[in-house]
């Protein structure tokens, strides 16, 4: 079972991913946004980097999935964060910001296009979704020195893209949980629904162990 967890800024998806890990006793895959030697360079200059960031983070993504995949094959998964997301959400964000040029955003997809045509969708995708006041909210709360400064403004756009995505783009089987409403960490019975889709999907799949 490859279940993926998809949401913005401080939607709670390391949270439920590391939950629904030991729930299952499965595999967990976290985003590393460290790992990118670009990140310091495009700060600096962000219409100049751009380009080069997202495409460090896509081949980090793509050998993450690949790693992933294959020890897939005895057990259940959980990432979190997608392949889709850099593409879709991030490197579109920073095109329609006019820090990604036209002619990058096309050989950009480009490779997404392909890489993504050779590998599985996730069984499941699960989307956080919530609003900017519950994602500040979130942010605050697990007090990252450096997300406190985050613009609203930026959330937002990347909300917008967010349902887009899910709304229009992605194919895929998806689980929306509306961040406002359901809260996973404080309501169990959010939690047990969750569970509960998951567990159909389980008793579906053939026994890989």
Not at 115 to 123: E, F, G, N, Q, R
Not at 137 to 166: P, T, V
Request: aromatic residues 12%; proline residues 2%.
């Amino acid at each position: 079972m490859y279940i993926a967890i998809a949401g913005n800024i401080g939607s709670g998806k390391t949270t439920l991913t590391t939950m629904l890990t030991e729930r299952y006793q499965a595999k967990a895959y976290l985003e590393d946004c460290c790992d990118n030697p670009y990140i310091g360079d495009f700060y600096n200059d962000m219409n100049r980097w751009s380009f080069n960031l997202q495409v460090c983070f896509l081949a980090n993504r793509i050998q993450q999935t690949m790693d992933m995949l294959e020890e897939g094959k005895s057990g259940d998964i959980f990432q979190d964060r997608t392949i889709y997301e850099d593409a879709h959400i991030f490197a579109g964000n920073l095109h329609e910001m006019g820090l990604m040029t036209s002619r990058d955003i096309e050989t950009y997809m480009k490779i997404f296009k392909l890489v993504t045509s050779l590998i599985p969708k996730p069984d499941l995708l699960i989307y956080l979704k919530a609003s900017v006041p519950t994602l500040i909210s979130q942010i605050q709360k697990r007090g990252r020195a450096y997300e406190m400064n985050i613009d609203e403004e930026y959330l937002s756009r990347l909300n917008n893209k967010y349902n887009d995505w899910i709304e229009n783009i992605y194919e895929g089987e998806v689980f929306v949980v509306d961040k406002d409403v359901d809260d996973f960490v404080e309501d169990s019975a959010v939690f047990e629904k969750i569970c509960a889709r998951l567990d159909a999907i389980q008793q579906q799949k053939p026994s890989n162990r």
